[in-house]
């Protein structure tokens, strides 16, 4: 019997139009190596995995080879779904913008070793509330060289809503940059939490096209706190908070995504 619910279960899995990832930020405060990370990803019965590129430096300066790691990850039968780096590719100093677009390339070569072919691209160095506001057009600018960074090395950078962004906190400032980006890498990266947090409704998801996001990074967040001073560590299961979940998911689906929902707390 047990047999026979197993074989259910995994028919029903991979019927099912998404997969599932664990970003590994959900179980930081474990302070696990990322071998160990891969370990409970696996027996949880993920799909995939979103590493951090800390993490995986650190697996090197421990002296781990890529290669053995990659096979980790692929003997438990997970694929990296994405990766969490934070170069600044969206700096107004232009010395900085080239350095983090440097640090990109070698985020992205990591990823690429990994077998993975997407990475965040969150608005690091224009995200804190005193960040200058930029305008737009300049900022599809910057994310059009990182996606030729991204291109060179086989991943694309995922252009990450962050709700506290003065730049990048409203859906459609994020549709608005990787538009006029025009690139063929641009791609867009939400969450459930971060677009409660800037302010969005959930409406104009639906504007965006399906196949421009490959990844998405799910959670919930309470009533209290409030929307305005709620922050990341606020974040919960989803189904434990108030976001209408059953609705949206529905609504993507609807519309055709088939990534990945990569559950993101901290």
Known sequence: LQGLQAESLAKSAADFPVKFSL????IRGHKLTIEEQIDVAARAGYDGIEPWIRDIEQFQVDGGKLSDLRKRI????LFVASAIGFANWISID????????????KDMDLVATLGGELIAAPPVGAHRSDSKR????????KYHALCD??????VKPQLELWGFSPNLSRLGELVFVATEAQHPYACVLP??????????GFDGLRMIEASKMHCFHINDYPKNPPRDIIGDKD???????ICPLPTIIAGLLEDGFRGTFSLELF
């Open 23 to 26: 970003n590994t930020s959900t």
């Open 74 to 77: 692929e003997d438990s039968g």
């Open 94 to 105: 232009e010395t900085v913008r080239k350095q983090g677009l440097e640090q990109a390339r």
């Open 134 to 141: 930029q305008l737009l057009p300049a900022v599809a600018d």
């Open 149 to 154: 960074v991204g291109q060179a090395a086989g």
């Open 191 to 200: 969450d459930f939490y971060h677009i409660y947090k800037g302010g969005n």
């Open 235 to 241: 974040r919960v299961f989803p189904g434990d908070g």
